[in-house]
Nanobody
Framework: QVQLVESGGGLVQAGGSLRLSCAASRSIFSIYFMDWYRQAPGKQRELVARITAGGSTGYADSVKGRFTVSRDNAKNTVYLQMNSLKPEDTAVYYC?????????WGQGTQVTVSS
């Protein structure tokens, strides 16, 4: 079992940056995939970025070149650096992990980008 707590959301103008953090309650060293999802009002939750235990990353086309996911296994934390933010990035951002085929989600952090 693992608890995930996101932080770092807020209100930012278009073109600005935010860094989200996801702190896990236990070691994430053995958790192969750590993900960031987002859900905008009236839309389905979508995968934004993924990082493997080995540091390989993947991104949704809509955020490629603007967002960077990283993990610090020593701090049991995953980060999402978001640059050149757009109003369409407005959503609740969730951290996700799936150790041993069980899904764990954080409570989410709101990101609002004003135009």
């Amino acid at each position: 079992q693992v608890q995930l707590v996101e932080s770092g959301g807020g209100l930012v103008q278009a073109g600005g940056s935010l860094r989200l953090s996801c702190a896990a309650s236990r070691s994430i060293f053995s958790i192969y995939f750590m993900d960031w999802y987002r859900q905008a009002p009236g839309k389905q939750r979508e995968l934004v970025a993924r990082i493997t235990a080995g540091g390989s990353t993947g991104y949704a086309d809509s955020v490629k070149g603007r967002f960077t996911v990283s993990r610090d296994n020593a701090k049991n934390t995953v980060y999402l650096q978001m640059n050149s933010l757009k109003p369409e990035d407005t959503a609740v951002y969730y951290c996700h992990a799936r150790p041993a085929a069980v899904d764990y989600w954080g409570q989410g952090t709101q990101v609002t980008v004003s135009s």
